[in-house]
């Protein structure tokens, strides 16, 4: 008698197992086989009457699927050009061949829609409501709290570093002959280190490293990356990064119920600052702010873009900090070509005064 092979479901596990089918007079047995055929336990172990086979078969080309039991009910899979044919013959009386319809084809694509519209929410709540609850939640952060913890983080960041006092008062100075209106007590910090970078925390602490400010060549490149770091920190960007930042974690955290994970994440945050990545908008949106404090004191808007070369120019190996935290796109540089285009103004030099400034934050110590 000619035996066939097929997919067996016992009901209570998910994967099937193999079994060779022999077709017998009243039903078929099922003798459960190793992939290559190999009977494995058993020769019979599972019979089904062929007047209890369940009568709503599928058969669709060569595939025929057989369903029998209750509680659990199990089901038996043929690939085979002949098995539909062979147990017709073989039962004849029984109901389920002429039932029999084709698979069920979309059966999976309900659950795939359902899965997709999660994905697609987890992803809606990931980069659109997690966002905005974080720019909501540090928008009712007071001022006075913003400033505190930024001066926490602040003498946190500024424990392990070296700061060149004589230059930090000269940037001091630089920056306050420049009009800037801020609510924040701007305040300047000049690094010790070969780092090119910048960065502003929360609260109105800006930090330049000397790898930086020594790539400058005019006053104007200064002023436009003043203008462009204490526009992070009049708009909060810092603040709202971070809490983005911390939404997620936040988030993973809550998902993987794991707070300890949070709170070493939260620990070891303030080190993270001065490599903060901004979002495409908070940086042209620091641009715009860094132009237009150019404008108010009628530098030559020029100093942007050749900041923007120094920084291009620097560190060719790993590329500067600079710009891996205030990532420096073309689309960037198109922003400030077209401002200037724009934004005409009246170009005056730096003053004596701002020059003379100037040339004493050039001097290393
Ligand atoms: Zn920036």
Redesign the pocket.
């Known amino acids: 008698m000619k035996s066939y092979s097929g997919i067996y479901q016992d009901g209570h596990s998910p994967a099937g197992q193999p079994v060779t089918i022999q077709v017998q007079a009243t039903g078929l047995a099922l003798t459960f086989a190793s992939r290559d055929g190999h009977v494995l336990g058993t020769p019979g172990l599972v019979f089904w009457e062929a007047s209890r086979i369940k009568p709503n078969a599928y058969r669709e080309g060569h595939k025929t699927v057989l369903r029998y039991g209750d509680t659990p009910v199990q089901s038996l899979e043929v690939v085979s050009p002949d098995f539909a044919e062979v147990i017709k013959n073989a039962f004849p009386e029984a109901v389920f061949h002429r039932n029999a319809q084709p698979l069920p084809k979309h059966r999976a694509s309900g659950l795939y829609f359902l899965l997709a519209l999660f994905l697609a929410g987890l992803a809606l709540c990931y980069f659109f409501l997690l966002p905005a609850m974080a720019d909501l939640l540090s928008r009712q952060i007071p001022l006075d709290t913003e400033i505190a913890l930024g001066e926490k983080i602040y003498s946190q960041l500024v424990e392990k570093e070296k700061i060149d006092s004589a230059r930090t008062q000269h940037a001091q100075g630089f920056l306050q002959q420049l009009s800037i209106r801020s609510r924040y007590p701007l305040q300047m910090t000049v690094v010790q280190d070969k780092t090119v970078n910048a960065f502003a925390l929360p609260g109105g602490h800006m930090v330049i490293y000397t790898g930086l400010l020594d790539q400058l060549r005019t006053p104007e490149e200064l002023a436009a990356l003043l203008g ?2 204490s526009a ?1 920190v009049q708009e909060r ?1 810092t603040l709202r990064s971070m809490a983005r930042q911390l939404s997620t974690y936040v988030l993973l955290s809550l998902l993987l119920n794991d707070v300890v994970g949070l709170s070493a994440v939260l620990l070891e945050n303030a080190d993270q600052l001065t490599a903060l990545h ?1 979002s495409r908008s ?2 042209q949106a ?1 641009d715009t702010q860094g132009f237009l404090l150019l404008k108010a004191n009628h530098l030559d808007p020029k100093g942007m873009q050749r900041l923007f070369t120094r920084l291009n120019q620097a560190a060719p190996y790993e590329g500067p900090t600079m710009l891996r ?2 990532p420096l796109t073309e689309e960037r540089l198109e922003h400030v070509q077209a401002m200037i285009q724009q934004n005409p103004y009246p170009v005056r030099p730096a003053s004596f005064q701002l020059h003379q400034t100037w040339k004493a934050l050039q001097k290393k110590n």
């Open positions: 462009h770091e992070h960007h901004y908070l940086e620091a935290s205030h």
